[in-house]
Structures are given as structure tokens and as C-alpha cells.
């Protein structure tokens, strides 16, 4: 019906004997861009925001039946990674308008009255003799429409190639930070799902148990075993309750770390309605597996647009250098009265020759070229995170894959060693010794298949992660809903 956990994790997680390890901390994704940075601030927690939600909504008395569809579609809309990935977005698209607005028309009016009185001697008017020099108070009137428009200036076109650049970076980055959701969340289900199977083998342990901790009563009481006997069994009963108290509260803390990740309303009690079931192997070369993440990684394709916006601010820092062609105008009615104005206007055109600026151009073209030089850096590392990401991912589903097998081999001997060895001690040839050897194996072989499941489908999520493609994997089986 569903493949459980095709998407599951993107870190790889080593196996463990009695629960699986908590998802891993996302690595931070890289925000810093010209002139559109990351949002401002923080919240002043260490914890990734990847493994916080948003909770919204109220708490119902009625328990929620959670699928991992459900779980992922609920984090992709309320988890902080998600939602801070959005608002950077919007930072970007801002700074975008404020570098257009520098290309764009420059209107606004402005309507004016002014009572003054002027003396014309101080303007250098020669006034005859016996005529003042001070005239009014007199009113002046004046409605006007200003315009200004750039006709040329490459320093604000590169500027707003930049932020463009910067824009489509910052959509790159958060589609990013919606794969890293799918995956953070499908790894808490899973592991939720993988200490819900652990109660599961604790409680039939402890069902065992206690079923040879009866047999070995009546087999005392026939005169058959030895008390030393009936202390074992009963030691084993004891140790199965300790095993079922600690696994009963690993789920309970992991149900509850998913709950935070998908922001689930504060107190909303919930169940896993999926069961924790093998992903097939992925029918994939590693050749097209590094071209398909060359193509899909989306914080890879958001590196290369920071190469392109470094390289265009550098050409901006150059425009500052060069002529720009400005046209102002202006038209409106100025006048001693609003009944005796008249219109009136003008028209500038203006070339712009910069011919010193005290080094201010050669500093920025500096710092453009370590920005850059930067950019490229990063990106050149994160092709090579991406190579050794799919080969390690390869390496990490083979390894799977042959754990799980060992260990299902394992987890049938030790059943069937389990059985023998009832049957030796109702038998009277064989202690209790045998068979709590004999439970213990059991104990330890449904662990290690457990984790071995778990390891293995945290593989095949570490493949689907490298290949930058968790959320079109969780579309499919979201049946293409957003």
C-alpha cells in the first residue's frame, strides 16, 4: 500500500540492540546571499528547526489515526524548516523590488503654498534709485507632478540580475528545506514505528517467559527441576518487565518527538496506523545516480544561482565606474493665486560621469571577487558532498541489505534454539540455564532484525535524499497533493 519508508532518512544511523537512534540534527543549508540574506534573528534554541513545528490547532479528545502520508503532508505544512525556508523567499523577492525599483519610474506630486517676502539685492538684481529692493509678501501657488527615469545604468541592472539570481537561490533553498522535511518526518514515523515493533518483541518475550516460569513450576512440583530452576524463570520474568518498561517509554519519547516535527496541537493523543514493513532495493546505476543529483539536488542548483548572483554584483560594483543617462521631468501650475496659475514645466536630461570616488569602486570589486571566489568554493564542495553522499548511500544499501538478511537467518535460529530447548528441559535433559541462554538469543536476534530493518530502510533514504528527490517520492504518495 505504501512504501513505508522509501524516504525515510537522509543521515545514515548505525544499528542498535534495543531502539533506533533519534533523527539526526539537518545539516544547516546555506542562506547567505547579496543582498537578500537569511531571515534576521533567531529563536535562541540549539535545536535544528527541522526538528520543530509549528503547532496548530486545538486538541481533540478523539485519537488520531496517523499514516506516515499524514505525518508528512502535516510537516510540510507546520514545520519551522519549512516555514522558515518560505519567509526567506519573501526576503529575497523584497530585496529583488528594491534593486527594480532603481530601473523602474520614479513618480510622485507634490502640492505647495508658500507666503514670502524677497529682497532682490541679495539675488544681484540692480534696482534704480528710489525703488526697493524688498518685494511682497506675496503668495505663491504650486501643483506639480515630478518624473524621473534611468535610461542607462549598468550598475542597477546587474543589481537587479543579482537579486534575481538571489531570488531563484532562495527557491532553490526552500525546496530544499521541503526534502529535508519529508525526510526528517519520515524518519521520526519510522523510528516511532520501529520502537512501537520493539514493545511488541518485549511483550512477547515477556509472554514467554512467564510461559516457562509456569513450566517450570509444575515441573518442580512433579519432582522434576530443581528450585534454583523456578528462580531463573521467575529472574527472566522479571528482566522481560524491565525490557517492556523501557521500550514502552522509548515509544512514548518518540511519539513525541514526531508530534513536535509535524506540529501536532500541544496534548493531541495519536496513533501509528501503519506497520513497519522492508523497502525494495532501488533499481538504480551509481552512474545515473550521481547524474540524476547533479540535476535534481536543489542546494546544489542554489549554489550554482549564488555563483551567478556573485558574478553579476561584481558587474553591478563595475557599473559604478561607468556613465549613466538619467531623464527628470516635471509639470504643474504654479501661480500668485490657484485662480491665476499657470502651467509650467521642465525636462533634464543628465549623463553621469563618475572621475573619482577615493577608491570606494576598487574596495567593493574586492569584496566582490572573495564573494565569489567564495561562491564557487562552496559549490564545488557541495558537488563533491553530493558525489560521495550517492556512494556512500550505495554502500549503506548493500551493507542493509545483507544485515537484514543475517539477521532474519538469526532471528529463525534463535526461535527454533528457543523451542529445542524447552522441549530438552520438559524433557528433563537439559537446565533452565539452556533455555535462559536460549531466551536471551531470542531477545537479542528480534533487536537486531528490528534495527536491521530500520538501518536498511534509513539506506534506501540516504539514496532518495542524495538524489534530491524526497518530496517528488512523497507527491506520488501523497496522490500529487501539496
Do not use: C
Not at 518526518?185 to 518483541?201: E, G, M, R, T
Amino acid at each position: 500500500m505504501l512504501l513505508l519508508t522509501s524516504f525515510a532518512a537522509a543521515w545514515p544511523a548505525a544499528a542498535q540492540p534495543q531502539t533506533p537512534p533519534p533523527p539526526a540534527a539537518p545539516p544547516a543549508t546555506t542562506s547567505s546571499q547579496s543582498g537578500s540574506s537569511g531571515t534576521r534573528g533567531g529563536s535562541g534554541s540549539t535545536l535544528s528547526p527541522y526538528l520543530r513545528g509549528v503547532p496548530t490547532g486545538t486538541a481533540t479528545a478523539e485519537t488520531l489515526s496517523l499514516t506516515i502520508v499524514d505525518a508528512v503532508q502535516r510537516a510540510l505544512e507546520h514545520n519551522l524548516g519549512t516555514l522558515l525556508a518560505e519567509q526567506r523567499v519573501s526576503e529575497a523577492g523584497g530585496a529583488r523590488w528594491r534593486a527594480l525599483s532603481d530601473l523602474l519610474p520614479d513618480v510622485r506630486g507634490r502640492l505647495s503654498a508658500t507666503r514670502q517676502k524677497v529682497n532682490l539685492a541679495a539675488f544681484g538684481f540692480p534696482l534704480p534709485a528710489g525703488i526697493p529692493s524688498l518685494v511682497g509678501p506675496f503668495n505663491v501657488y504650486d501643483a506639480r507632478v515630478f518624473a524621473a527615469q534611468s535610461i542607462f545604468d549598468l550598475h542597477a541592472i546587474n543589481s537587479a540580475r543579482a537579486e534575481t539570481h538571489n531570488v531563484a537561490a532562495a527557491r532553490f533553498d526552500y525546496k530544499n528545506a521541503r526534502d529535508i522535511v519529508v525526510l526528517v518526518s519520515a524518519n521520526s514515523y519510522a523510528q516511532a514505528l520501529a520502537a512501537f515493533a520493539l514493545v511488541d518483541a518485549a511483550r512477547a518475550q515477556l509472554e514467554t517467559a512467564q510461559a516457562l516460569h509456569q513450566q517450570a513450576v509444575d515441573l518442580k512440583q512433579g519432582g522434576l527441576v530443581a528450585g534454583i530452576d523456578v528462580l531463573r524463570a521467575e529472574v527472566q520474568v522479571d528482566t522481560a518487565r524491565q525490557r517492556v518498561t523501557a521500550t514502552q517509554a522509548d515509544f512514548d519519547k518518540s511519539k513525541l518527538q514526531l508530534a513536535r516535527i509535524i506540529g501536532l496541537p500541544l496534548g493531541q493523543s495519536f496513533t501509528l496506523a501503519d506497520q513497519m514493513r522492508m523497502v525494495a532495493f532501488p533499481d538504480i546505476t551509481l552512474e545515473a545516480a550521481l547524474d540524476r543529483a547533479y540535476q535534481s539536488r536543489s542546494d546544489y542548483q542554489a549554489a550554482l544561482a549564488r555563483i551567478e548572483a556573485a558574478e553579476a554584483n561584481r558587474r553591478a560594483i563595475t557599473g559604478e565606474a561607468l556613465p549613466s543617462v538619467r531623464v527628470t521631468a516635471d509639470y504643474g501650475e504654479i501661480g500668485l493665486s490657484p485662480a491665476s496659475a499657470q502651467g509650467s514645466f521642465n525636462v533634464t536630461g543628465a549623463l553621469n560621469v563618475p572621475i573619482f570616488q577615493g577608491g570606494r569602486t576598487r574596495g567593493r570589486l574586492i569584496e566582490a571577487d572573495a564573494e565569489l571566489r567564495t561562491r564557487r568554493t562552496e559549490a564545488d564542495d557541495l558537488k563533491a558532498g553530493i558525489y560521495y553522499e550517492v556512494r556512500t548511500a550505495f554502500l549503506d544499501l548493500q551493507a542493509g541489505q545483507e544485515q537484514l538478511r543475517v539477521a532474519t537467518r538469526a532471528r529463525e535460529l534463535a526461535g527454533a534454539q528457543l523451542e529445542q530447548s524447552r522441549d530438552r528441559f520438559a524433557a528433563g535433559v537439559a537446565g533452565s540455564i539452556e533455555v535462559v541462554q536460549a531466551q536471551e538469543a531470542v531477545a537479542l536476534a528480534s533487536d537486531q532484525y528490528i534495527s536491521a530493518m530500520f538501518t536498511s530502510n534509513l539506506a534506501t533514504g540516504n539514496l532518495v535524499r542524495a538524489l534530491g528527490i524526497a518530496e517528488d517520492a512523497a507527491r506520488q504518495l501523497l496522490g500529487g497533493r501539496r
